[in-house]
């Protein structure tokens, strides 16, 4: 037990996964599963804000090569990586994976990869902040390429359109990219990724009629004085994995822009109603998509490899 209630989601996993396979690491690993739950379970306690960092972090890794766990490698001299890639930037909680892998290598050395313990820690950071406890297929294998320039990210002020082109060019569909952007109902952003909503919004003066004018008021305090300042862009329940976040962007109250226009537009609109008034029904579907993003273009079999470090790529023989 995670120490939260929660639902157990089941379902079958799609064929797309076939090379993946729930516990692939009985018999060679069978502790590998408990082993990242605990690290990730002390984690939480001291800091319950890791699972908007995990999310973010496997996010920013499928998008980019796929799950490999490209986004851990640490710039070399003659090298640099994905992590000094603009949108890689504020993206935390690599100590952490750290000390899940430091773990794994003490109990049974360079057999657990680095994308799968990301793709762990992202599961049980989820159910641990009360979201749905499912099941993810493992046997991921490290990438062995990690490039700055790979790195192309929709940002927040993106459009509904403009968002889904990125998510359709990784096989997700828009009911699975308003599902995934649920995520938000963890995370939060610096004043700077959307102080443009609170007073110019795009070039008028003024700031976006979007925006319910009584949270402007009270970005405005935070965010005035101090554009690198953080807020939570579910501002009730900001811990806990629920549906709230699409009641608040109902009322108006979506931080980011992209996030205000899924209950607009009118492509996402109905999506977003359901999810607002049927929590179960959000967290089923999270689930799936988050085992179908987990999927994305993987290594398996004798492709790329096993790293010590998952900071590293592994010496040359």
């Given at each position: 037990?995670?120490?939260?209630?929660?639902?157990?989601?089941?379902?079958?996993?799609?064929?797309?996964?076939?090379?993946?396979?729930?516990?692939?690491?009985?018999?060679?690993?069978?502790?590998?599963?408990?082993?990242?739950?605990?690290?990730?379970?002390?984690?939480?306690?001291?800091?319950?804000?890791?699972?908007?960092?995990?999310?973010?972090?496997?996010?920013?890794?499928?998008?980019?090569?796929?799950?490999?766990?490209?986004?851990?490698?640490?710039?070399?001299?003659?090298?640099?990586?994905?992590?000094?890639?603009?949108?890689?930037?504020?993206?935390?909680?690599?100590?952490?994976?750290?000390?899940?892998?430091?773990?794994?290598?003490?109990?049974?050395?360079?057999?657990?990869?680095?994308?799968?313990?990301?793709?762990?820690a992202a599961r049980d950071a989820i159910?641990?902040?009360?979201?749905?406890?499912?099941?993810?297929?493992?046997?991921?294998?490290?990438?062995?390429?990690?490039?700055?320039d790979d790195v192309n990210l929709p940002?927040?002020?993106?459009?509904?359109?403009?968002?889904?082109?990125?998510?359709?060019?990784?096989?997700?569909?828009?009911?699975?990219?308003?599902?995934?952007?649920?995520?938000?109902?963890?995370?939060?952003?610096?004043?700077?990724?959307?102080?443009?909503?609170?007073?110019?919004?795009?070039?008028?003066?003024?700031?976006?009629?979007?925006?319910?004018?009584?949270?402007?008021?009270?970005?405005?305090?935070?965010?005035?004085?101090?554009?690198?300042?953080?807020?939570?862009?579910?501002?009730?329940?900001?811990?806990?994995?629920?549906?709230?976040?699409?009641?608040?962007?109902?009322?108006?109250?979506?931080?980011?822009?992209?996030?205000?226009?899924?209950?607009?537009?009118?492509?996402?609109?109905?999506?977003?109603?359901?999810?607002?008034?049927?929590?179960?029904?959000?967290?089923?579907?999270?689930?799936?998509?988050?085992?179908?993003?987990?999927?994305?273009e993987v290594l398996v079999g004798k492709?790329?490899?096993?790293?010590?470090?998952?900071?590293?790529?592994?010496?040359?023989?």
């Amino acid at each position: 037990n995670l120490g939260h209630s929660y639902s157990l989601f089941l379902f079958v996993i799609p064929p797309v996964l076939a090379n993946l396979q729930v516990d692939f690491y009985k018999s060679t690993c069978p502790q590998a599963e408990s082993i990242v739950q605990q690290v990730v379970k002390n984690e939480f306690s001291r800091d319950p804000s890791i699972t908007a960092a995990f999310l973010r972090m496997h996010f920013h890794d499928c998008f980019v090569r796929g799950c490999g766990a490209s986004i851990l490698i640490d710039s070399a001299k003659k090298n640099s990586s994905e992590k000094i890639a603009s949108p890689n930037q504020t993206v935390r909680g690599y100590e952490v994976i750290d000390k899940a892998k430091k773990s794994l290598e003490d109990t049974c050395s360079t057999t657990v990869s680095c994308a799968d313990i990301i793709t762990l820690a992202a599961r049980d950071a989820i159910a641990l902040a009360g979201g749905p406890n499912y099941t993810v297929p493992t046997g991921r294998r490290d990438g062995l390429v990690s490039n700055p320039d790979d790195v192309n990210l929709p940002g927040p002020g993106i459009s509904v359109s403009g968002a889904l082109q990125f998510f359709k060019a990784k096989g997700i569909d828009l009911n699975e990219m308003v599902t995934l952007l649920g995520a938000h109902t963890v995370g939060f952003a610096r004043c700077f990724f959307f102080s443009n909503r609170l007073s110019n919004f795009r070039g008028s003066g003024v700031p976006d009629p979007s925006m319910d004018p009584t949270l402007v008021a009270k970005l405005n305090k935070t965010c005035a004085p101090n554009v690198s300042a953080t807020v939570f862009l579910d501002h009730n329940t900001f811990f806990s994995f629920d549906n709230k976040f699409y009641n608040q962007i109902l009322l108006k109250r979506g931080i980011l822009q992209l996030d205000q226009e899924l209950a607009l537009d009118n492509s996402t609109a109905s999506t977003v109603s359901g999810f607002a008034s049927n929590g179960i029904r959000f967290q089923n579907n999270f689930a799936k998509a988050m085992v179908k993003l987990g999927s994305i273009e993987v290594l398996v079999g004798k492709a790329g490899e096993i790293r010590n470090n998952c900071r590293v790529f592994n010496p040359a023989n």
